[in-house]
């Protein structure tokens, strides 16, 4: 039996755990978190759009309570991959295998920024003034939204543009408030094939929003509105004694997630140019099959999605963009996923599809976010803001 300690209670953390227990009987699964809930991070975008901020939490020993895995309050710091051992500030914890998801930390920015609840907030705070303004004073504004394309993942911001724009209809206030998408990326979605760049750029025209491309970063702050929200650059956190840094500060793992031979880093972390719940589910199956498990011990299906392949869903405001990889698919440079389909459908997109962990948060009621932000900006009397814009069957990739 081997010892397997994962470090990180966030979702790729959580993923991990949940895979290699359930697909690892025979070995034993430690996860250790610094907190004791689990934060749903890729909802942060609905709160600025007014979906309740309660939802964002739940209890990681609740979660779990029905799987082989202990869960260990504590701070890691540092491993000694001689020793097999990791130093936590409640005790040092042994083990065979260690798998390791500390995530990434955004740098400072002139603008404001949505990857903590707090700043969510802050941001919702000051967009309901302009909403407000524009409602009761017919007071013009602007709102640009800037995202850079390296060491950062720009989806989010595509998302939350669409989703301002969409409560922007819901308000009546198309004419006064405008939405610009800033990107140093040179089309829309610049990691996935490109004819993924199409579909978002009509969706965009459908709500109203200006888009400019391949901005340069050194004159981002020279773009500028009443308010300003930046999904910038992310830099990896780091744990001491943990090897495999490159020269940018990621962790550049083999095709497996391996930056050692008994080590793996998943999760935000990790080299790859994707930040987003889909990945971690990719990641965390590689790692599975890499330690002799196999992908038929999860089941058939996860959800909706078929075991041997990872979905990422874009919400659009009131369409939702699904694309479809399989699991053995190389998420490298040029693109993303040469053997994807894609489909636009008006259902809420389901924001940790094909995960364990999202299936285990459904069914704890931790999830509606995107659901409840479907239903506000679609209320009977709104205007149908897919109207005349064709619908995009199932294809794959040239």
């Known amino acids: 039996m081997r010892r397997i300690l ?8 959580v993923e991990s755990a949940l895979t290699l227990a359930r697909g690892l009987s025979d070995d034993h699964v430690t996860l250790l978190t610094h907190s004791d809930v689990l934060r ?11 979906v309740a ?3 964002m939490e739940v209890p990681v020993r609740e979660l779990l309570a029905a799987e082989p895995i202990d869960v260990v309050l504590g701070e890691v710091a540092s491993i000694d991959l001689a020793e097999h051992v990791a130093r936590v500030d409640t005790g040092d914890i042994a083990f065979d295998i260690v798998v390791v998801a500390p995530g990434a930390a955004p740098l400072p920015t002139s603008g404001l920024q949505l990857q903590t609840l707090d700043q969510a907030e802050l941001v919702r705070d000051r967009l309901d003034e302009v909403f407000a303004g524009a409602t009761a004073e017919d007071e013009r504004a602007s709102i640009v939204v800037r995202t850079c394309a390296d060491d950062a993942w720009g989806p989010p911001a595509y998302e939350f543009v669409a989703l301002l724009a969409a409560r922007r209809c819901m308000l009546d206030v198309e004419r006064l408030v405008s939405v610009t998408l800033v990107t140093a990326e040179l089309q829309p979605f610049q990691w996935f094939e490109p004819h993924v760049a199409d ?6 025209t459908g709500l109203g929003v200006e888009l400019a491309t391949g901005v ?14 930046d999904f910038g650059r992310l830099e990896a956190r780091h744990v001491p004694g943990l090897p495999g840094r490159d020269e940018h500060g990621w962790y550049a793992t083999d095709s497996d997630g391996r930056v050692h031979a008994d080590a793996f880093v998943v999760g935000d972390a990790a080299c790859h140019p994707f930040k987003s719940a889909f990945a971690v589910a990719w990641q965390a199956r590689r790692m599975l099959v890499a330690l002799g498990g ?12 078929p075991i041997d392949a ?3 869903h874009v919400d659009l405001g009131t369409s939702t963009l699904r694309i479809r990889m399989p699991v053995d698919a190389k998420l490298h440079d040029p693109w993303l996923g040469h053997d994807a389909t894609v489909h636009l459908d008006d259902a809420p997109p389901d924001r940790l599809a094909g995960l364990l962990v999202g299936v285990e948060l459904t069914r704890a009621g931790g ?6 932000h479907r239903a506000l900006v679609t209320r009977p009397g709104l205007p149908h803001l897919t109207a005349g814009r064709p619908r995009l069957a199932s294809h794959p990739t040239p």
């Open 6 to 13: 994962v470090i990180g209670g966030g979702i790729a953390g």
């Open 294 to 305: 196999s992908l038929d011990s999860l089941g058939e299906r996860v959800g909706d999605v």
């Open 40 to 50: 749903v991070m890729p909802d942060l975008v609905y709160v600025p759009t007014g």
């Open 367 to 372: 999830r509606s976010a995107a659901h409840a």
């Open 53 to 55: 901020a309660h939802r």
């Open 199 to 204: 579909v978002v750029l009509e969706a965009f």
């Open 216 to 229: 340069p970063e050194a004159r981002f702050d020279d773009i500028i509105g009443d308010v300003v929200v």
């Open 310 to 312: 990872i979905e990422h």
